[in-house]
C-alpha cells in the first residue's frame, strides 16, 4: 500500500526563520526604548543629511519584516485549513474563502459571510508593516549628556593686570572683539546698558523681566543675571556639539541683596563750587558729605540751575556691607536721601542656557562650597588673602585707608560700589541726568505694575519708590559684576573647566508606541505558532497537496472522474440553469467536496453523502453518469 507523500520539514517550517528575525528585533527595539539609548553623533548627522535615503530604506525593510509576520499568520492558517480539508468535507464557496485568506486576496465573488471575514483580513495584513514602520524610523528627540563648558575665574593677580587694577573713575581701557567691547570698568565702558536695564529693572506685565546680555552675543537674561553666565557666547559651547539645544552648570557668584531707606538726615548733598548765572554757563558742584558708617567721598559735578537737574550716587564698602548714598535735585526729590545697604551673599548659581533661543535664566541654589580648601565661598582671592586698598592709593595720598577683605566684601565687590558712582560721575548732562531719569523710569515702572497687580497695592508712594529704587541697585550691580566676569574671559582669557549637563538633539530607534505594539503583535504570533505546532504535533500528516495550487487542483479533480461535472451539471438542470463558469455561481459554491488518497496523489471528490446523490440521481435515469464510477479510498 502506498501513502500519499507528506509535506518536508523544511516547509513546513519555513516561516520560523523570518519569525527569530521579527523576536530579535523587536526585542532589542524594546530594551533600547526601555533603556532610553539615542544617539547625538554620526549617526544623527547620517540621519539628518540623508532623510530621504533613510525614509526609502524604512519602507522597504518595514515591509519585509511585516511580510515575515503575515508569513506566519498565512502559514498557520493554510496548514490548519489543509489538515482539516483531509479530514473533514467542506463546500467549493468555503474552500475558496480559504484560498483567499491564506493568499491575501479579496475575491468579491465570495458570499457575504465569506466577504467580509477576507475583507477584514486582508486589512489586519497591513498593520504589521505599519507597526514596523513606527518601530524603526528615526525618531528626533533630545538627550541629556555629561559634558564640559569653561567659565570666568578670578584667579590671583597679584600685578593688578586684569581684575586687581587700582580704581579711578575714568579708567576704561577697552577691548573690542567680534563679540562686543569689554574692559574692567565697566560703569563707565557699559553704561549706557546699564543704565537702560535698570530703567526697566520692573515688569509692567506678569512676564518675567528680560534684558540683554552686555556684548554682541545676542543672549539675553529672563530674571536676574545675578553677575553670572557671561560664558554663553564667549566661548565654545559643551562638546562644541552642532545639535545643542540647552545645558546647565553651575557658577559661583555675588547674590547682591539690597535694601534701601529714606534718610532725611542724611549728609550727602551738594554745595556750591562756581555759581554761574549765564544762560549759556553751568555752576560748578560738589557732591560731598560725611556717610553713616564714617566715610565720605567728593566730586565735581555741571548743571543749570544749581542742582535742580543733578543726581549724585556715591558707594564704597565698609567692614560690614556695601553702602550706596543718593542725592537728588528738586527734579528728583524721590531719589534724594535715598541710601542702601549692599550685602554680597556669596552664592552658588545655576545657570540655564538656551541656545536655541538664546535664553540664560540664572537660580541662586542653597548649596555650600569649598573656595580652595579655605572653607569661604568666595570668587574673590581678595577674601582669602589679606589686605587691599579699596582706592587704589598709596601711602597717606588717598581718602580710605588699607582695608582687610572678608567674605563677599573683597576688591571685587569694592569695585562694584566704585562703579556705581562711576555711573553719575561720568553720565552728567547739563539739562537732565541720566542715572536720575533711569531711576525714575523704573519707578513709573514700579506705579504701573501696582496698578495691575502685580506689586502689593498696600504700599506706600515712599516705599513703592524704595522699592523701584532697590531694584535698579540690583540691576546695576548685577551688570557691573557681569561686565567684570565678561572680562575675565574676553580680556584675560581667565577660565576654567566647569561641568555641564547638555541637552542635545539626537535621535532614536521608533516611536514607543509602535515598539510595544509591534512587540505584542510578534508574542500574539509566537504563541500562536507553538499552539498549532502542539495541537497538530508539529503540523504531521500535512500533505504536499496545496488546495491554493491550481495546477494540483485541476489534476486532483480529473483523477476520479467527471463526477463532479456531472452533480454540478445535474444541480444546474434541476435549477433550469447551466453552468457558465461564473465565480459567484452559488449553486457550485455550495457542493460539498473532500480528499481522497490516489496512490501517491491525492484527488478531489465529492462528500459521500452528495456521491450517494449522485447514483441516486443515475439510477433514476434523471443524472448524467459520464464516466463517474464510485471509488473507495486506499486502505
Not at 32 to 56: C, E, K, M, P
Request: charged residues 15%; negative net charge; aromatic residues 10%.
Amino acid at each position: 500500500m502506498t501513502l500519499p507523500v507528506e509535506q518536508s520539514t523544511i516547509s513546513k517550517y519555513a516561516c520560523v526563520p523570518g519569525l527569530l528575525v521579527t523576536t530579535v528585533l523587536s526585542a532589542l527595539l524594546l530594551y533600547v526604548n526601555v533603556a532610553g539609548i539615542t544617539s547625538h553623533g554620526q549617526i544623527y548627522i547620517l540621519v539628518i543629511n540623508y532623510r530621504a535615503d533613510i525614509q526609502t530604506f524604512v519602507q522597504v525593510m518595514s515591509h519585509l519584516l511585516g511580510l515575515a509576520h503575515i508569513l506566519v499568520l498565512t502559514t498557520c492558517l493554510s496548514n490548519r485549513t489543509r489538515l482539516q480539508f483531509e479530514s473533514d468535507s467542506v463546500s467549493l464557496d468555503r474552500l475558496q474563502w480559504w484560498s483567499t485568506m491564506s493568499g491575501l486576496r479579496i475575491d468579491w465573488s465570495l458570499p457575504f459571510q465569506y466577504l467580509c471575514p477576507s475583507i477584514l483580513f486582508a486589512v489586519v495584513s497591513f498593520v504589521p508593516a505599519a507597526l514596523w514602520a513606527g518601530a524603526i524610523t528615526p525618531v528626533f528627540t533630545t538627550t541629556m549628556v555629561q559634558s564640559t563648558t569653561n567659565t570666568s575665574f578670578y584667579q590671583p593677580d597679584p600685578s593688578g593686570t586684569f581684575w586687581n587694577y587700582s580704581w579711578a573713575p575714568f579708567r576704561a581701557n577697552v577691548t573690542y572683539k567680534d563679540t562686543g567691547s569689554f574692559s574692567y570698568s565697566p560703569g563707565v565702558d557699559s553704561s549706557g546698558q546699564i543704565l537702560s536695564n535698570a530703567a526697566a529693572a520692573i515688569s509692567t506685565n506678569d512676564t518675567i523681566n528680560k534684558h540683554s546680555k552686555n556684548d554682541l552675543t545676542q543672549y539675553f537674561y529672563q530674571g536676574r543675571s545675578y553677575g553670572v553666565g557671561a560664558s554663553p557666547g564667549l566661548v565654545d559651547p559643551p562638546g562644541k556639539n552642532s545639535s545643542l539645544v540647552s545645558y546647565n552648570y553651575s557658577e559661583i557668584g555675588y547674590k547682591a541683596a539690597v535694601a534701601c531707606i529714606k534718610n532725611t538726615s542724611s549728609l550727602w548733598g551738594w554745595y556750591i563750587g562756581q555759581n554761574n548765572t549765564g544762560f549759556d554757563t553751568p555752576s560748578v558742584l560738589f557732591a560731598n558729605g560725611t556717610f553713616p558708617d564714617g566715610k565720605n567721598d567728593n566730586f565735581a559735578q555741571l548743571g543749570f540751575d544749581l542742582s535742580t537737574t543733578i543726581v549724585s550716587l556715591s558707594g564704597h564698602i565698609n567692614t560690614k556691607e556695601g553702602f550706596l548714598a543718593i542725592a537728588g535735585g528738586s527734579d528728583y526729590r524721590k531719589l534724594n536721601h535715598a541710601q542702601c545697604t549692599v550685602d554680597f551673599i556669596p552664592t552658588n548659581f545655576t545657570i540655564g542656557v538656551d541656545v536655541v533661543q538664546r535664553a540664560i535664566n540664572v537660580t541662586a541654589i542653597n548649596v555650600t562650597v569649598d573656595v580652595a580648601g579655605t572653607g569661604i565661598i568666595d570668587m574673590d582671592p581678595t577674601t582669602l588673602n589679606g589686605t587691599f586698598l579699596e582706592y587704589g592709593c598709596n601711602g597717606t595720598d588717598c581718602n580710605y585707608h588699607n582695608f582687610t577683605g572678608c567674605t563677599g566684601l573683597g576688591l571685587i565687590a569694592s569695585q562694584v560700589m566704585k562703579g556705581i558712582t562711576s555711573l553719575s560721575r561720568i553720565n552728567t548732562s547739563l539739562w537732565t541726568s541720566v542715572v536720575g531719569d533711569a531711576l525714575y523710569k523704573n519707578i513709573d515702572n514700579a506705579n504701573a505694575a501696582k496698578s495691575r497687580g502685580l506689586i502689593d497695592s498696600t504700599l506706600s508712594e515712599a516705599d513703592l519708590n524704595l522699592h523701584a529704587i532697590t531694584t535698579s541697585v540690583e540691576s546695576i550691580i548685577d551688570d557691573i559684576l557681569l561686565g567684570l566676569s565678561s572680562s575675565q574671559i574676553a580680556i584675560a582669557s581667565s577660565i576654567k573647566p566647569t561641568p555641564a549637563v547638555a541637552q542635545v538633539d539626537s535621535v532614536r530607534l521608533g516611536q514607543a508606541s509602535s515598539i510595544y505594539a509591534i512587540t505584542i503583535v510578534n508574542l500574539f504570533l509566537i504563541a500562536l505558532s507553538v499552539y498549532e505546532l502542539i495541537r497538530t504535533h508539529g503540523w504531521r500528516h500535512l500533505l504536499v497537496f496545496d488546495y491554493r495550487d491550481v495546477k494540483s487542483v485541476i489534476i486532483a479533480t480529473s483523477l476520479r472522474g467527471s463526477a463532479l461535472a456531472d452533480y454540478s451539471n445535474n444541480e444546474h438542470k434541476r435549477a433550469g440553469t447551466e453552468w457558465v463558469g461564473d465565480p459567484a455561481d452559488r449553486i457550485v459554491g455550495k457542493i460539498q467536496v473532500r480528499l481522497a488518497r490516489e496512490g501517491q496523489g491525492t484527488a478531489i471528490v465529492l462528500s459521500s453523502s452528495r456521491e450517494e446523490i449522485l447514483l441516486q440521481q443515475v439510477n433514476a435515469g434523471v443524472g448524467r453518469r459520464g464516466t463517474y464510477t464510485r471509488l473507495e479510498d486506499e486502505e
